[in-house]
């Protein structure tokens, strides 16, 4: 665990540690890149790109097209309620297992519960686990410089939200995230294209507007969700403990209450794997964590502040 010891220190102190070289993103091709166009791709991110591009126009193209020629957009209960579904455990696999789990070691999951969660994830849209681990550890080692992977206070409120993910370049798994270069992550990295392609088409076998709701509209609703933390949630005082980082209690039902939105206490320490800090501030991330813990499936919980408190 000695390669998250950075993780575990302060935004301050972290901050503090680096050098300030050229105003671009850490491993990004060219300086600035927020001043390019919309269409410029890192190398190597033409199919993030198309990817996201395919998603908004498949939704809007659904949208517009069913109801034109007779079809009727509502797909039934069982339908809605399992797109719902699928939306709360994709999220649950990205908080609790990406995020407070994988990313910054705040619960350790048995391989049964870490592998399921890490399923739900990959149908949600939140891609590789070692990707996705090392670009969240790049952001925290940098958080709010010029270095930052998804700051806001550089390329603003888009980049923050959705250009970075094409543009700014990925963080090497190498160096951010060595303890996931095993067999099983390699193996869920090689599953990405056909849990993707379930994920979309997965709903045609009943019907096109099952498909469009637990294929589109549902990834579309689980994508602007997550990106709402790097923009909605870093637009506050950069100065403050924790960054630019805020908790936006508006934004819990758009998280189903996952607890992702209490983004300042996230930051003030990271490693806490309980994100709501009080009884109003809901946090169904970890209640999950609890559960499974009741159930033998997570261990070594760490709450730092409870510690020290």
């Known amino acids: 665990m000695q390669n998250l010891?950075?993780?575990?220190?302060?935004?301050?102190?972290?901050?503090?540690?680096?050098?300030?070289?050229?105003?671009?993103?850490?491993?990004?091709?060219?300086?600035?890149?927020?001043?390019?166009?919309?269409?410029?791709?890192?190398?190597?991110?033409?199919?993030?790109?198309?990817?996201?591009?395919?998603?908004?126009?498949?939704?809007?193209?659904?949208?517009?097209?069913?109801?034109?020629?007779?079809?009727?957009?509502?797909?039934?209960?069982?339908v809605a309620i399992s797109a719902v579904a699928l939306t709360i455990l994709g999220g649950l696999g990205t908080t609790v297992c990406y995020h407070r789990s994988l990313t910054h070691g705040g619960v350790q999951l048995r391989p049964f519960a870490e592998n399921v969660?890490?399923?739900?994830?990959?149908?949600?849209g939140s891609g590789k686990p070692s990707t996705w681990v090392a670009n969240h550890r790049l952001h925290h080692s940098s958080s709010d410089t010029d270095e930052d992977i998804s700051s806001p206070m550089q390329g603003g409120f888009w980049w923050a939200h959705l250009r970075w993910l094409w543009q700014a370049g990925q963080a090497p798994v190498a160096r951010y995230a060595p303890d996931l270069e095993r067999p099983i992550y390699r193996f869920w990295g090689a599953m990405q294209v056909p849990i993707l392609a379930l994920s979309f088409f997965g709903g045609l076998y009943f019907g096109v507007a099952a498909c469009l709701w637990l294929g589109p509209l549902r990834l579309l609703w689980a994508l602007h969700a997550q990106c709402t933390i790097n923009s909605v949630c870093h637009f506050g005082d950069s100065k403050a403990i924790g960054g630019s980082s805020k908790n936006v209690w508006w934004l819990a039902p758009l998280h189903f209450l996952q607890g992702e939105n209490w983004h300042r206490n996230h930051h003030e320490e990271p490693t806490d794997a309980r994100l709501g800090q009080s009884k109003i501030q809901l946090d169904l991330g970890w209640w999950s964590i609890m559960a499974l813990k009741f159930c033998g499936l997570a261990a070594r919980i760490r709450r730092p502040r409870a510690t020290s408190s």
């Open 117 to 124: 969660l890490i399923f739900f994830a990959m149908l949600n």
């Open 5 to 78: 010891n950075v993780l575990e220190a302060s935004v301050p102190q972290v901050a503090a540690t680096l050098t300030k070289k050229s105003p671009r993103p850490r491993h990004s091709a060219v300086a600035e890149p927020w001043k390019r166009s919309w269409f410029y791709c890192a190398p190597g991110e033409i199919s993030t790109f198309g990817w996201l591009v395919l998603l908004h126009a498949a939704a809007l193209t659904g949208l517009v097209l069913v109801p034109s020629l007779g079809g009727s957009l509502w797909p039934g209960w069982p």
